[in-house]
């Protein structure tokens, strides 16, 4: 026979408050002395808080990374022919820049771009060293 302590957060909270539940019900025949059954319902108290604190920052994190990226345009759904994201003005902006800059497409890097030489070679091309 085993008796199982859950890993699952939610369970072993849950768990815990029942022990606390049964500890305070047998009164004077606890099995927990007093500062122990009170240290424990400290300890669920301030582990239910972290947790629910926990599943409220990490749903509004699941937001703002959604709202962050359909502002780029680095959603699945994204496309750089999509009007309406920074991913669709930068492509943009580049094609603009290398149009005026056929001769010297380098310039580009006073944009901000990394501009790779094509050796003509093939696939064999190394990342520019920053």
């Known amino acids: 026979m085993k ?3 859950p890993t699952n957060v ?3 909270i849950t768990l815990g408050n029942n022990i606390v539940k049964k500890e305070l019900a047998l ?3 606890s099995n927990l002395t007093p500062v122990e059954l009170s240290e424990l319902q400290q300890k669920l ?3 239910t808080d972290a947790n629910n604190k926990q599943k409220e920052l990490t749903k509004e994190a699941k ?3 959604l709202t962050r990226d359909i502002a780029l345009g680095t959603t699945k759904k994204s496309s750089v022919n999509q009007p309406g994201n920074a991913k669709f003005l930068i492509t ?3 094609d603009v820049l290398l149009g005026k800059n056929k001769v010297n497409p380098k310039v580009l890097g006073e944009w901000g771009f990394d501009v790779v030489e094509d050796s003509g070679g093939g696939s064999n091309k190394k ?3 920053k």
């Open 63 to 65: 937001e703002l990374t």
């Open 92 to 94: 943009g902006l580049r």
């Open 45 to 47: 108290t301030d582990a």
């Open 127 to 129: 990342p520019p060293i």
């Open 10 to 12: 939610d369970e072993f």
């Open 27 to 29: 009164g004077t025949k």
């Open 3 to 5: 008796v199982i302590i």
